[in-house]
């Protein structure tokens, strides 16, 4: 499997709800990280995960929560979402011995909290 | 915050070369300088990458100063699916990026 994969593509969520999004990784990827974006923004560095372990973490509160799973996958949750939550999430991944080589993104998902 | 300084906007005319410029004073020696872009609606795509050596590959060529305080990414044949937001990143390979506000490259008829 090439690229990587995220969904869903779009979503509404009312503010106080909880979401997960989804990334699906490329075979060997063992790092994976996720970045929001607001709009007229850069993506901003949220988490990432080696092997499944947590192993940076960027300015965002703990309602901000994530898994990497061993079929190179992972989940970004969000809980008590709140208005300005309004973002493109993506999702990155790479191979640890291939760090530079830069990372592959997917499309994101765009979240929008009403 | 981002360490590197790009313009924020550039406009090419199709078929011309587009020479997209980045300063990074502050860059550490092990770090490199990456070129990522990204098209409306997309994630970001690698470019490019180097370290002191200029580089080229089949999509760009990276041009890094002397002292790499300064590169500047090369599209020789810029097309309207160049059009994007380029963003100029220091990293050293192991860390996660740092993304600012990048350059809209605009490529016209």
């Known amino acids: 499997e090439t690229g990587v994969t995220q969904s869903p593509t779009h979503l509404i969520k009312t503010r106080g709800q909880q979401v997960t999004l989804r990334c699906s990784s490329q075979s060997g990827h063992n790092t994976v990280s996720w970045y929001q974006q607001a709009l007229g923004q850069g993506p901003q560095f949220i988490f990432q995960y080696y092997r499944e372990e947590e192993n940076g973490r960027g300015n965002f509160p703990p309602r901000f929560s994530g898994l990497q799973f061993p079929n190179y996958s992972s989940e970004l949750n969000v809980n008590a979402l709140e208005l300005d939550d309004s973002a493109l999430y993506l999702c990155?991944?790479?191979?640890?011995?291939?760090?530079?080589?830069?990372?592959?993104f997917g499309s994101g998902t765009r979240l929008t909290v009403v | 915050d981002a360490k590197t300084t790009q313009p924020p906007s550039m406009d090419c005319a199709e078929g011309r070369a587009a020479n997209l410029p980045c300063n990074h004073s502050t860059i550490s020696g092990n770090e490199y300088v990456y070129w990522y872009r990204q098209i409306h609606s997309q994630g970001p795509q690698y470019i490019i990458h180097g370290l002191k050596n200029n580089e080229t590959n089949e999509m760009a060529s990276l041009i890094i100063t002397e002292d790499r305080k300064s590169s500047t990414l090369i599209l020789p044949h810029a097309t309207l699916r160049d059009t994007a937001v380029y963003y100029c990143?220091?990293?050293?390979?192991?860390?996660?990026?740092?993304f600012g506000k990048g350059t809209m490259l605009l490529v016209s008829p």
């Open positions: 990155a991944s790479r191979e640890s011995d291939r760090a530079n080589y830069g990372y592959t």
């Open positions: 990143i220091e990293n050293s390979g192991y860390s996660t990026l740092t």
